[in-house]
C-alpha cells in the first residue's frame, strides 16, 4: 500500500520541521480561561509585580504633575501680561485644554506601565479578547446615550430647585470663546475619560485581581488565595479608590462622594461583567462630554480644572444631593441595557482558551 504522502518513503528521512520558538523576552500573552480581573496574572507575574507598578505610577505622576504645573504657570503669566487679546478667557481655554491633557497623559503611562513593568500585552488591559472590541464599544457608547440624556433633562427641570447654576449661552461668554471651549472639549474628553478607565477600571482591577494564586501555585488553594481570585476584592478597588481620594480633599462634598463610589462600582462591575473596558469608557465619554458642556454653558471653565469629578461621568448637579439620585438613576438605566445587549451578542467573560 502507498501512502499518499510521497515524502513519508524519501531516503534520507526528510527533517522535521522548523517551527519558530517564542523569544525568551517576548511579553506575556493573554491568560487562557481567564476573567478581566485576572488577566493580570501572567507567567511573568511575580509578588514584588503590583509593587514595582505603583511605586513606577507614582513617580511619572509626580513628574506629570510638575510639568503641567509649570506649564499652567507660564499660561497664566502670559495670559495676566496683556499680550494676547481677551487675555482672561485665552488663560481659561488654556487652563481647560491643560487640565484635560493632564488626565489624557496616563494613557500613555498605563501603556508603559503594563507593557514594559508588568511586560504583558496592552491588549489584555482592554478585554479578555486582548484587543479593544470596537463594534461593542460603539454599542456601549449608543447606549449611554439614553441614560445621559434622560439624566440631563431631569437636570435642567430640577435645577433650580436645588440652587444649581443655571445654563445658559450667555454665561460661557461670546461666540468666539464657546466654540473655543467646545472644540476643546470634544478633542481631548474621549482621550481624558480612556485614561481614566484605562487607570482606574483596568491597571487597579487586574493588579489587584491577580494578587490571588492559581489552584495548584503554592497557598493556592488557601482561603485567601480564593477570596483575591474572586471578582469582588478587584471590583470594590475599581470602584473605591478614586471615590476615597476625592473625599480626602473634598470632606465637604458628600453627596459627590456618595455619586462617585456609586457609578465606579457599577463601571467596575460592568467591566467585570462583560470583560473588558469598553462599557466603562463608552458611559463615561458620552457623560463627561454633557458635564463638560453643561459646565461650560454655566460659566464655569475656570472651576473645571479644580474638580476632576467634572469628569468622571457623573449626572449634573455636582455637589448637592441631585447628583447623587441622578447618577444613581442614569448608572442603574445604563447597566440594565448594557447586561441585556452583552446576554443578546453572547459577549464572553472569560480569555480565549
Known amino acids: 500500500m502507498v501512502n499518499a504522502d510521497r515524502g513519508v518513503w524519501a531516503w534520507p ?169 467646545l472644540a476643546v472639549i470634544v478633542l481631548l474628553v474621549p482621550f481624558q475619560s480612556l485614561a481614566e478607565e484605562l487607570t482606574l477600571r483596568g491597571l487597579v482591577i487586574q493588579l489587584v485581581g491577580a494578587l490571588g494564586a492559581r489552584p495548584g501555585e503554592p497557598a493556592g488553594s488557601g482561603p485567601v488565595a480564593r477570596v ?33 463610589t456609586v457609578l465606579g462600582l457599577a463601571l467596575s462591575w460592568l467591566t467585570w461583567r462583560t470583560g473588558g473596558l469598553e462599557a466603562a469608557i463608552g458611559l463615561h465619554v458620552v457623560a463627561a462630554l454633557v458635564q463638560f458642556t453643561l459646565t461650560v454653558l454655566a460659566g464655569g471653565i475656570t472651576a473645571i480644572g479644580t474638580g476632576a469629578v467634572l469628569g468622571a461621568g457623573l449626572a449634573p448637579g455636582t455637589g448637592t444631593p441631585l447628583v447623587l439620585v441622578l447618577t444613581a438613576a442614569q448608572t442603574g438605566l445604563y447597566v440594565l441595557l448594557v447586561r441585556g445587549a452583552a446576554r443578546r451578542a453572547g459577549l464572553s467573560r472569560l480569555s480565549a482558551v
Do not use: K, N
Not at 474572586?230 to 473605591?240: C, N
Open 228 to 260: 483575591l481570585r474572586s471578582p469582588w476584592p478587584a471590583v470594590l478597588a475599581g470602584g473605591t479608590l478614586f471615590p476615597a481620594v476625592y473625599a480626602s480633599t473634598h470632606q465637604d462634598r458628600p453627596w459627590t462622594v456618595a455619586a462617585l
Open 13 to 181: 528521512p526528510p527533517r522535521p520541521v522548523r517551527t519558530r520558538q517564542a523569544h525568551p523576552f517576548a511579553p506575556a500573552a493573554v491568560p487562557e480561561g481567564e476573567p478581566y480581573h485576572r488577566l493580570g496574572r501572567t507567567p511573568w507575574h511575580r509578588w514584588w509585580t503590583p509593587l514595582l507598578t505603583l511605586s513606577v505610577l507614582g513617580v511619572l505622576a509626580f513628574f506629570l504633575w510638575v510639568a503641567m504645573a509649570l506649564a499652567v504657570t507660564l499660561v497664566a503669566v502670559l495670559g495676566g501680561s496683556g499680550l494676547a487679546p481677551d487675555s482672561v478667557r485665552v488663560g481659561e481655554i488654556a487652563g481647560l485644554a491643560f487640565g484635560l491633557t493632564t488626565s489624557a497623559l496616563f494613557v500613555p503611562i498605563t501603556v508603559f506601565l503594563v507593557r514594559v513593568v508588568q511586560w504583558r500585552r496592552v491588549g489584555s488591559l482592554m478585554s479578555v479578547a486582548g484587543r479593544t472590541r470596537f463594534r461593542w464599544l460603539l454599542r456601549c457608547a449608543a447606549l449611554a446615550v439614553v441614560p445621559v440624556m434622560l439624566s440631563t433633562a431631569a437636570y435642567l427641570l430640577l435645577a433650580d430647585r436645588f440652587g444649581t447654576v443655571p445654563v445658559t449661552a450667555e454665561a460661557a461668554g461670546d461666540g468666539r470663546v464657546l466654540l473655543a471651549a
